[in-house]
């Protein structure tokens, strides 16, 4: 086996194979990883949003447990309420450490930084809304909380101011319970009190705390001039805030005097300082990040997926170019050698192989029929032409006189040529797919009495009756003269094979949609392995070819092949001895007054 031309390695299907694998791979893996860290990212951020809104609800509410009880006692119950809503570990420990709640089983460490100081005293003024510019909780009112009295009465008053002076806004409570209005006064500032200043006189719990913050304050006032105290209400706790604290006459005072007496005066109502440790349940860092080691994690996963994608595509490439390169390695052998190649697979390779192998058989059975048609086409041309030149040279030479007996021998020899050369250009006319038919509606016993009157003197001649049997109304589309000369050569056929005194009948029947037609003989019969060659060409029962007992060959395999042009077929039943029958298939035509369904 000569080797192929070598492919160029741009146009190899292994290495195409190859490039369009991995650039698949290569864009999966991008495709997927941007989209990973897209995803990773966005969730990192909303949990890490999540959790820190989380954080600050913590400490908000943890700040009011401390903002509205003098200890920490009970805590431990809002710490895991808080730790099961928000699925964060919660610890509250004091200053020197000791634990004061945990929402962790015992014994658990802690986080390595506290993340707050929960001081009510001192706290973040955006903690919470109206927080203190002095950095108290609003929370934190201490001796300001007003009885229920108070409240209503309060309240009342602000309900009236409201009515009374047609302000627009609305009523809020501070967290010691006084009742506020917040209304907009049309310069964008907001409205604490009403005109009559009922409003605004403060109750007397408010005074008594009043007097006590002045008592605290006053010494350290004393160390300066001597003079009283801003405005009452901006001390109130949760009241909305304007500017800094201001002594009379318009200077700034600085505001230590003021924060450390309400300091001192709240200290007794809210919890001790305390420090706030937040984690994960589960003690694991949230999210996921992009670290050394996860680097080299996610490049050692795209490298690992590339080789196995580049090694699988070249194992299964390898297996189906090696059948293909066979495949072209037979194809280019000469044509008389007829090689064939192994089929080593179950898929399209292998079906393909299977059909090359199958198309070099056809090609091989091809070759021996076109040879053997060859030798049997010389053969039968030679016969006739040898007996002409023979006779004519004999003439030629005055041996014999050129007598009416002579003549007609030639005669005969030429119309036996004429007969070979009509049944080949027939049958070249229906491998070229140029037999041309002249269709008409035409009665199947015209068709078999014409036939049987065409060979009547024969069969008259060799002592053979010739019978007739027809269904009536049977009626078929076909061409006349090529359905006579099909007919026609089966009838010499029989009367050849059939000894004086026997018998061929043609009978013509309806079986459904078709006609049949049937030439049965009482002659010799034919072999059971020769039946599947009876319509091949030049093919005779005797094998020594006898011109006295046997035809050109060539009959049958017209007859098959005028039979297939009509869209009918043939077939052939016999046994030694018991003669044959040659059963034709064919449309059957319907008539108007056709009764049959």
Request: net charge neutral; aromatic share 4%.
């Amino acid at each position: 086996m000569t080797p192929g031309p070598r492919i160029p390695w741009r146009k190899s299907l292994l290495v195409r194979l190859l490039l369009t694998s991995m650039t698949i791979a290569v864009l999966s893996v991008g495709a997927t990883a941007w989209l990973a860290v897209q995803t990773t990212t966005r969730a990192i951020q909303e949990e890490r949003g999540q959790v820190l809104s989380d954080d600050t609800d913590i400490l908000r509410r943890l700040s009011g447990f401390a903002a509205t009880h003098a200890d920490w006692k009970g805590v431990q119950t809002s710490v895991r309420a808080l730790s099961r809503t928000t699925g964060r570990r919660i610890a509250l420990t004091t200053e020197t450490g000791r634990t004061i709640a945990d929402s962790a089983a015992p014994k658990t460490a802690l986080p390595a930084r506290a993340s707050a100081t929960i001081d009510p005293l001192t706290t973040d003024t955006y903690t919470e809304p109206g927080a203190q510019l002095a950095g108290l909780d609003p929370r934190v009112v201490g001796p300001y909380l007003l009885p229920p009295f108070e409240r209503a009465k309060v309240r009342t008053i602000a309900e009236k101011c409201m009515q009374m002076y047609e302000l627009e806004g609305s009523l809020r409570q501070l967290p010691s319970g006084r009742t506020v209005v917040v209304a907009d006064a049309g310069d964008g500032s907001p409205t604490r009190d009403c005109p009559d200043q009922l409003l605004d006189t403060p109750t007397p719990t408010e005074q008594k705390a009043l007097s006590e913050l002045n008592a605290l304050a006053g010494p350290c006032f004393a160390q300066g001039r001597d003079e009283p105290l801003q405005p009452w209400f901006d001390f109130v706790p949760g009241s909305p805030k304007g500017d800094p604290v201001r002594r009379p006459g318009g200077k700034q005072q600085a505001p230590t005097c003021v924060e450390n007496a309400r300091r001192t005066q709240l200290d007794p109502y809210v919890a001790p300082r305390a420090r706030l440790y937040l984690g994960n349940l589960g003690g694991q860092p949230a999210g996921f990040d992009l670290s050394p080691a996860n680097k080299t994690k996610i490049i050692g996963v795209t490298g690992l997926v590339l080789a196995v994608t580049v090694a699988m595509t070249a194992v299964v490439a390898t297996r189906l170019v090696r059948p293909l390169r066979a495949l072209t390695a037979a194809a280019q052998q000469p044509p008389h050698q007829h090689t064939r190649v192994a089929v080593t697979t179950k898929d399209e390779t292998g079906y393909l192989a299977a059909a090359f192998n199958d198309l070099t058989a056809r090609r091989e059975q091809l070759e021996a029929e076109r040879k053997a048609m060859v030798s049997d086409i010389a053969h039968e041309l030679r016969t006739p032409l040898t007996n002409i030149r023979g006779w004519l040279e004999v003439t030629r030479d005055g041996l014999l006189a050129p007598d009416p007996e002579i003549i007609a021998s030639l005669h005969d020899e030429a119309l036996l040529l004429q007969h070979i050369i009509d049944d080949l250009s027939d049958l070249a006319a229906a491998d070229a797919g140029t037999l041309k038919l002249h269709r008409r509606p035409m009665p199947a016993d015209e068709l078999l009495t014409q036939a049987v009157s065409a060979h009547g003197t024969r069969g008259e001649t060799s002592g053979i009756h010739l019978r007739t049997h027809t269904d009536p109304g049977l009626w078929l589309n076909a061409d006349p003269v090529r359905m006579r000369q099909a007919l026609g050569n089966l009838i010499s056929n029989a009367l050849r094979h059939t000894p004086a005194g026997g018998t061929v009948t043609l009978t013509a029947r309806q079986s459904g949609d078709l006609a049949v037609l049937t030439v049965e003989d009482t002659g010799t019969g034919i072999a059971p392995e020769e039946l599947p060659h009876v319509f091949e060409r030049f093919w005779r029962a005797e094998k020594s070819r006898s011109r006295h007992t046997g035809g050109s060959g060539l009959g049958l395999s017209i007859v098959r092949h005028f039979v297939e042009a009509h869209g009918g077929t043939i077939t052939a039943d016999s046994e030694p001895g018991n003669g044959a029958v040659f059963t034709i298939r064919l449309p059957r035509d319907r008539r108007p007054d056709d009764p049959t369904p």
